[in-house]
């Protein structure tokens, strides 16, 4: 009998190739992971805009060193290597951006997708990816590396726990997998090359545009602290910095880094 796996389609290096001046995309058949291979090139003198495309990785990290694995061509993975010239105190909306951007393309294709602080695309309440981005120090000064993973055409018995889900579960229809990158690392290149020249008002731009699709916000939430500590009230907003507010019992906290699990009322 042939497996799912087996049954899935190869990415076609022809349209991936005419991405070409603003993205050079290169497509491994199987890596450890994206993210380290992106990393590698960008201390090695990889512009800005090298895309490390994988059929498959076996050493795949999320947020909070979080491991998972998919079978091989059943997911969208790309690592892309940014350098961006705005200030660092920037930075921190690199990642809340690239959320946003890809849930917006994801959007334009017909997926009812939202984004969770900071960056988690959700489908209703299951997660459809997830997205890690690293500083990388390079000669050059330092990088920024891309990470993401798309659930494109896992089933359900593949889903790695049951709180996600795939856009061929949600849809009903396997995704062409290379259209599907095409469109979200325009989507991304796009968005970024707008914030990187729009200076201020792009960032409070982007501030109201993100906490519009932000589902996160008016959920009441738990935030697990990255010192064991929990935070738990309702999220209601985002601040100039890109940090979550939430309001519970002692006032407003914004928060910089954390899990945010959504919660109903009854939990807390």
Known sequence: MTSPSMRRSSLEPAPLAALAPDLVVEVLDTTTSTN?????????????????????????????????????????????????????????????????????????????????????????????????????????????????????????????????????????VEPDRTALLVTLLRSLREAYDAWQVGGEEATTRLRASYAAACVTIGRDVRVELPGGAALTGRATGVDPGGRLIVTGPDGETAVGAGDVVHVRATDR
């Open 36 to 172: 380290a291979v992106a990393a590698a090139r960008a201390r090695d003198g990889a512009p800005e805009g090298l895309v490390v495309v994988a059929e498959h990785q076996t050493a795949a990290r999320g947020r909070l060193d979080r491991t998972w694995e998919s079978p091989p061509r059943s997911s969208a993975v790309f690592s892309m290597v940014l350098r961006p010239t705005v200030p660092l105190a920037s930075w921190p909306w690199l990642p809340l951006l690239t959320g946003h951007a890809l849930g917006k393309a994801l959007r334009t294709e017909g997926y009812d997708v939202g984004v969770k602080w900071p960056n988690d695309l959700l489908i209703g309440d299951k997660k459809i990816a997830g997205i890690l981005i690293e500083r990388v120090e390079t000669p050059d000064g330092p990088a920024a590396v891309v990470g993401v993973g798309i659930n494109a055409s896992l089933t359900e018995a593949e889903l790695p726990v049951p709180t996600a889900t795939s856009l061929a579960i949600e849809s009903g």
